[in-house]
């Protein structure tokens, strides 16, 4: 269960938006989360507590197959994105560092930047606070929750190897 | 249900019955690539996970076919450590060297992919497979890390685009032309996401080799995979290259496609994609005079004995023109050999050409063919950006083995037919 404010971003927000390339000689978290979306806007980040929520168009992080990408968004301390949809090498990229994703088509016309958003991705449900709406989507598969639940693919192939020894 | 090719090898392989779009399947898989750029992060990868040894030591693959033969002290680094991961893994399908062959020219060669397999790697143009009826994608790093170790991956099930090709193909017109066509109807994002389904009666009289060249350049359609179903052409390739006992795979009769799109090929003219962007296609006729300062024939898209053979028919007994540099790379060791028994090297050496070693080299900006500034490529190879095959103010237009031989020979691009 993820609750936080809604930062709302536009459609085929690139990963040179989400973290640019001048920051891709580091890959600590923290800082890569410092940078987060400053190619969209410089200091863009500034406005982010963590917890919050990205609420973005469609094709959300096409591009290149930085893996640094997500792991921008988390160090910015936002665990969840919801986008109309997700580029293909990013949905995958995302659920192996750890970020949750979810897809809501046109339900991201139901929020405003600024919006306070309870999301249960289990479940699949976004409830917007502010305006009482509440907007379904596909829930988290099953697959994905042991991913996310062992922070990324990393961890989960550790645990599957460690059981299987 | 009904399925179209890409559902049906991903309900064959995962076991799953409803391989509905967006639905998201476990997946073990046939084979895991990797090449020179690409393995050193996965196997880096594969040590955080605590994975001490691959899946399959047989179906764990690495080809260090970027930067071969190695162009300066850190791709060697890079091929050391490949090299050093294989012999301790004991891989079976390592290649470097004298073995080496562009990846996706090389594996369907040696029988490594087929009919109905299940492919990652780790570069983009996997889904090259797709030409033999097998579902193959790239992936990233940590992705390829994992599918090493694990042997299996997840895919989100993607929805079909059928591509339906009918008409009849000009002199000079192939394979090639049909792909930059649909790229640029497309768009470099209009398969985003998506399995691109290649069908029609057009599709039956393509070769192999054609259909190859076609799936290799999906992804510069955004597409995940682009698939041809099986029929005894494949099922023929696959028995003459070790793999014998193919199943035929074809889309069920009322199957569901997201959109169909056509491609009428009489009357298209050779296509010719222009910078800086794939989808920015025109026929060569409306090119205009573009003075051309090297050509390149070769890579994963057009580097087989069908391009060399399309190549040599238009440069036999004539001068490439001056001050343009021919580079012609056949894709693998088998076809290089080939290519030196039918007599086709002593064509190119003829023309004036530069024959070099299967490599990917110019097409990534790699080596072996750089461009400076202000210089201009016609190539047989994929990608087109801004910078890819050398200097940032270089350009690179994309075209079929036969246009590049033409435009070598004039110094501008050329119709093949006017030379």
């Known amino acids: ?89 990013f949905y995958r990229n995302g659920f192996n560092m750890g970020l949750t994703l979810l897809e809501i088509g046109d339900g991201v016309e139901k929020i405003r930047d600024g919006d306070e958003l309870r999301v249960d991705a289990d479940a699949g449900v976004i409830e917007n606070v502010t305006t009482g709406e509440t907007i379904p989507c596909a829930p988290v598969p099953a697959f994905m929750r042991e991913i996310l639940k062992r922070g990324g693919l990393a961890g989960y192939v550790r645990d599957k190897l460690e059981a299987g020894a | 249900m009904r399925r179209t090719v890409a559902e049906k090898i991903l309900a064959l392989h995962s076991g799953e019955e409803d391989v509905t779009p967006g639905r998201i399947v476990r997946c073990p898989l046939s084979l895991v690539l990797a090449n020179d750029i690409t393995a050193p992060l996965a196997i880096k990868a594969m040590a955080k996970m605590g994975a001490d040894r691959v899946f399959d030591r047989e179906k764990v693959v690495i080809v260090c076919d970027h930067f071969t033969p190695n162009k300066d002290i850190d791709s060697a680094e890079q091929v050391k450590f490949c090299r ?177 799109v056509e491609i009428d090929a009489t009357g298209m003219s050779p296509q010719v994609s222009c910078p800086h962007l794939p989808d920015n296609v025109r026929p060569v006729e409306e090119l205009g005079d573009i003075v051309i300062h090297q050509s390149v024939i070769g890579s994963c898209t057009n580097g087989r004995i069908e391009d060399l053979r399309a190549a040599a028919a238009i440069l036999k007994g004539k001068k490439a023109a001056k001050n343009v540099r021919l580079i012609v790379l056949p894709a693998t060791p088998t076809i290089w050999k080939q290519a030196l028994a039918e007599g086709l090297l002593e064509i190119f050496m003829d023309s004036g050409a530069i024959v070099g070693p299967p490599t990917c080299g110019p097409c990534l900006g790699g080596h072996m063919g750089i461009l400076a500034g202000g210089e201009r490529a016609i190539a047989t190879t994929n990608r087109n950006f801004k910078g890819r095959m050398g200097s940032l103010d270089s350009e690179v237009y994309l075209a079929s083995p036969a246009v590049a031989a033409a435009s070598a020979l004039t110094g501008v691009i050329t119709h093949p037919a006017a030379v």
Not at chain 1, 59 to 70: I, Q, Y
């Open chain 2, 84 to 260: 050093e991961f294989a012999v301790k893994m004991g891989l079976v399908n390592y290649f470097e060297g004298g073995d080496v062959g562009v990846e996706h020219a090389l594996l369907p060669e040696l029988g490594l992919v087929g009919p109905g397999d299940v492919i990652v790697g780790g570069d983009s143009h996997t889904c090259t497979y797709g030409g033999l009826s097998a579902f193959a994608t790239g992936l990233g790093s940590t992705d390829i890390g994992a599918a090493m170790a694990l042997g299996e991956t997840w895919f989100k099930v993607p929805p079909t685009i059928k591509v339906v090709l009918t008409g009849t193909l000009a002199p000079f017109v192939g394979a090639k032309d049909l792909m930059l066509r649909l790229i640029g109807m497309l768009g470099v994002s209009g398969a985003l996401y998506k399995a691109l389904e290649f069908t029609g009666p057009l599709s039956a009289e393509l070769s192999v080799e054609g259909r190859m060249t076609m799936a290799n350049m999906a992804i510069e359609a955004g597409g995940k995979v682009g698939l041809f179903a099986s029929d005894e052409k494949t099922v023929a390739y696959a028995a003459a290259h070790n793999r014998p006992g193919a199943p035929m795979l074809a889309a069920d009769p009322g199957a569901v496609y997201e959109r169909e």
């Open chain 1, 1 to 89: 269960m993820f609750h936080g404010k809604a930062h709302k971003v536009g459609a085929h927000i690139d990963t040179d938006a989400i973290i640019p390339a001048k920051f891709l000689v580091t890959t600590d978290p923290v800082e890569l989360g410092a940078n987060c979306m400053s190619g969209l806007e410089p200091g863009w980040v500034d406005r982010v507590k963590k917890g919050d929520i990205l609420v973005a168009g469609e094709n959300f992080g096409c591009g290149s197959s930085r893996e640094h990408a997500p792991v921008a968004i988390l160090g910015a301390g936002i665990p969840v994105v919801a986008a109309h949809s997700f580029a293909r090498i």
